[in-house]
């Protein structure tokens, strides 16, 4: 499958016993689909996949890929950290109808040579179209355009790039892989029609906006910019918020995208930032002037 579109990472919410909740994905799901995703992703950095157990991680995958039921194509991070693991997750994303995969770096940070060995090794045990989270901005480290491509020659599945930078950045890396992989990047949508100017093939954003996001592209790939930047200055102060650092994102995001879903936010799984009353206050107050997701 081509890897292109709009891809909202979805949250992963806790109850008061500090278990997943199945039905926030479930709002979730129903979210990107009556706002037209091309697909979800899940299990990356905005699902705090670090601070779930490897079962709740797979328990995420299952739920999310029968929630959707065919519905819409799911993205699944594979950011187990391990080589093992890794396999096994790639594995069990693959029998459960991922449709493509995102793999994290490992941990701790290798060399260039080592991790086009790790990224290899990982695509070479599925058959599922790879992209690779090259995010040193987020993770530490990273591969090089030129790298990348030594590793597609060595992993020809691995057919995607997603990044975490700047459009300066991101259009840059596009130029230098010569149309070899496809880019998409994150970072909430911010540059978002500067972003489709560099060339991505698609987004990877959080729930929280999906539906503007979402009406920023149609209009951006109808040719109508006027009405494309119009749009996104409206956008701009939310995605400007959340968009000062993760934690920021995992705390005001999550809120904003529970208000705009209509369900309850929950507790925190710590580590967290703990919002601040200013915080809560203009988060609502994007909230309210968003208005609800559809559903």
């Known amino acids: 499958m081509m890897i292109n579109g709009i891809y909202p990472m979805l949250y992963a919410f806790f109850d008061s016993g500090g278990s997943l909740r199945r039905s926030a994905f479930v709002a ?41 039921g065919g519905r819409l ?9 391990n080589m093992p693991d890794m396999i096994d997750a ?6 459960a109808g991922a449709g493509w995969l995102i793999l994290q770096p490992p941990r701790p940070p290798a060399s260039p040579a080592d991790l086009i060995t790790f990224f290899a090794t990982v695509a070479g045990a599925t058959k599922l179209p790879c992209a690779i989270q090259n995010a040193p901005e987020f993770l530490g480290l990273g591969l090089t355009a030129e790298e990348l491509l030594t590793l597609q020659d060595r992993a020809p ?28 990047n994150g970072r909430a949508g911010l540059e978002l029609t500067d972003n ?18 979402m009406a920023i592209a149609r209009a951006i790939h109808a040719g109508d910019e006027l009405v494309a930047e119009r749009k996104y200055a409206e956008l701009l102060p939310v995605l400007t918020f959340i968009m000062q650092g993760l934690s920021t994102f995992l705390t005001y995001g999550k809120l904003i995208a529970a208000w705009r879903l209509g369900i309850d936010a929950g507790p925190t799984r710590v580590p967290a930032e703990p919002p601040t009353d200013h915080g809560l206050s203009w988060a609502r107050r994007m909230a309210d002037q968003l208005g609800p997701l559809p559903n």
Do not use: F
């Not at 300066?168 to 230098?176: E, H, N, S």
């Not at 489709?196 to 996001?213: F, H, L, N, W």
């Open 28 to 68: 979730q799901i129903d979210a990107a689909i009556a706002s037209s995703a091309d697909g979800v992703a899940v299990l990356g950095l905005g699902t705090e996949v670090g601070k779930l157990s490897l079962s709740e991680r797979r328990q995420v995958v299952e739920w999310v890929l029968a929630d959707c």
């Open 73 to 81: 194509p799911v993205a699944i991070t594979i950011a187990d950290g």
């Open 90 to 95: 790639a594995a069990h994303a693959e029998q």
């Open 157 to 184: 599945n691995i057919v995607a790039v997603k990044g975490e930078a700047s459009a300066i950045t991101i259009a840059r890396l596009i130029v230098a892989l010569k149309g070899r992989m496809a880019v998409l």
């Open 196 to 213: 489709y100017r560099a060339g991505v093939a698609g987004m990877i954003p959080g729930i929280e906006t999906i539906d503007a996001q």
